[in-house]
């Protein structure tokens, strides 16, 4: 049977945490994700030194992508750590950590005061309360309850009004450090809204780089589509980055939420032409956080999204701190393998005009691809060192499996991402006859052909360069 081959990210939290689920799940994951809105170092220190290990053990290549918090506004403190919120009350919201009184909500950011005026809209706890301003006095707002709930801390607040709230916070700087001191793969850019911010990123990894010279290489940048103001600057994001994330909870709150299928579909087209990955994410099987089946509209959601061209799909709380993490995820790649099932031919249903850059490069790539299907390959071997071959083939939407043949173990990584790709990790290639023979061996070493099958092999000469696509092999397998 063929691989699956779009890829599955699980967020690791409570839930999945413990050494023996970790195991469980990275038999299937493709990527592991850590939400720095939560946890401390220490933990996530733990889970990814024991995802390398294990995924070492079990000979799985896995990345880890890095999450960062970025400007999200949450409740600090409420009294006694939680409210009943009723129509038509009215509550106070201050900045800081100290209330005074039962209806005084107080929040992480101090300066929301200037940002909103009477009439504006206040979205707690993903929508499911909201509140509307009516006067600001001081540093205090009152808003009005117009839909209620309870209330407990550390709830989030969306307010769809520009904020002036920096996209990188002085907390969040320090958790990129973090995560290039522990050689993260990818690191997700939360509430991106202007290309300068993906510029700003990696400035820091920059001024990181001056300090600690020994660091090789800098992790992927993902960045998420959040916030409204992100879709009016869409391209620059997403030639910038190294591929985006549909954050559907978010953008379904600062956003009219019919509208986010259409935007979904057209964000997973862009990334198409630009050869960029896509990921989406959120509430994708949520009622598996206490269920053992997900909901019939989920698996529909699922299947849409396959169907549609995503490369990635996540899960958060599922398998975060969802009680059936393990379940979530086989559920996950059940639904998937079934949704691929139904695309007859991937070219012809998800591939678009590609528009990216680098003429000859995406015309080797798909000639690579076209060949693959005349010759009847039985695979396409991609000798890469960067590992922008390996996407440009992947974009392309080949009927024939991948294999990204390169001999940096960073890039091996950050691989898993890519819709399609198997990356095999070699030592040091020469010359073209020993991408050849390591093309071979990888393809026999995988079971993958036999004596007098084709492969289709693709590189960049000359090898010591990157970035570099402009060599095609049609190889029959002694």
């Not at 590609?354 to 790539?365: C, K, L, M, Q, Y």
């Amino acid at each position: 049977m063929r691989n699956r081959r779009t890829k599955i990210i699980a967020t690791i939290g409570p839930s999945s945490s413990n050494p023996e689920i970790l195991k469980q799940l990275i038999k299937t994951i493709d990527i592991a994700r850590f939400n720095f809105s939560f946890g401390n170092y220490e933990a996530h220190k733990k889970n990814i030194e024991n995802i390398r290990t294990i995924s070492e053990e079990l000979n799985r290549n896995i990345a880890i992508l890095q999450d960062i918090q970025g400007p999200k506004i949450r409740i600090n403190k409420i009294f006694n750590n939680q409210i009943e919120l009723k129509y038509n009350d009215i509550v106070s919201i201050i900045p800081g950590n100290k209330i005074q009184e039962k209806n005084e909500i107080a929040i992480t950011y101090d300066k929301l005061f200037s940002d909103v005026k009477p009439g504006d809209k206040i979205l707690i706890s993903d929508g499911y309360i909201e509140l509307e301003v009516e006067k600001i006095s001081g540093v205090k707002i009152f808003a009005k309850v117009i839909q209620g709930g309870l209330l407990k801390d550390g709830k989030g607040l969306n307010i769809p009004v520009e904020l002036k709230i920096p996209t990188i916070s002085k907390k969040d700087e320090m958790d990129i450090n973090f995560g290039l001191e522990n050689e993260v793969d990818y690191i997700a850019l939360s509430f991106v809204r202007s290309s300068a911010d993906i510029l700003k990123l990696r400035d820091i990894f920059k001024n990181y780089k001056k300090d600690h010279p020994e660091l090789s290489s800098f992790p992927g940048i993902i960045a998420k589509i959040e916030r409204p103001e992100a879709l009016s600057d869409i391209e620059k994001i997403i030639k910038l980055s190294d591929g985006i994330m549909v954050a559907r909870g978010d953008l379904g709150i600062e956003l009219a939420f019919e509208t986010i299928p259409k935007i979904q579909r057209d964000l997973i087209r862009k990334c198409q032409e630009l050869s960029k990955p896509v990921i989406i994410a959120t509430q994708l099987l949520y009622s598996m956080v206490n269920s053992i089946r997900p909901s019939r509209s989920e698996v529909d959601d699922v299947y849409n999204a396959v169907i549609s061209g995503a490369d990635c799909l996540m899960l958060s709380d599922e398998t975060a701190v969802g009680k059936h993490p393990i379940k979530a995820v086989d559920t996950f790649d059940m639904i998937i393998k079934e949704a691929e099932k139904d695309i007859v031919s991937y070219r012809n249903a998800t591939r678009p005009n590609i528009t990216v850059e680098h003429n000859i490069a995406r015309a080797v790539s798909n000639a690579v691809c076209e060949l693959a299907s005349e010759v009847k390959a039985k695979a396409i071997v991609s000798f890469t060192k960067s590992g922008f071959t390996a996407l440009l083939i992947s974009k392309n939407r080949p009927d024939v499996d991948i294999f990204a043949i390169t001999p940096e173990k960073s890039v091996m990584r950050k691989l898993a991402l890519y819709w399609g790709v198997r990356p095999y990790l070699v030592q040091k290639i020469e010359n073209t006859d020993e991408i050849i023979t390591t093309s071979e061996k990888c393809i026999l070493d995988l079971n993958i052909a036999e004596s007098g099958d084709i492969i289709v092999i693709t590189a960049g000469l000359p090898i010591a360069f990157t970035g570099i696509t402009n060599l095609i092999k049609v190889h029959q397998i002694n």
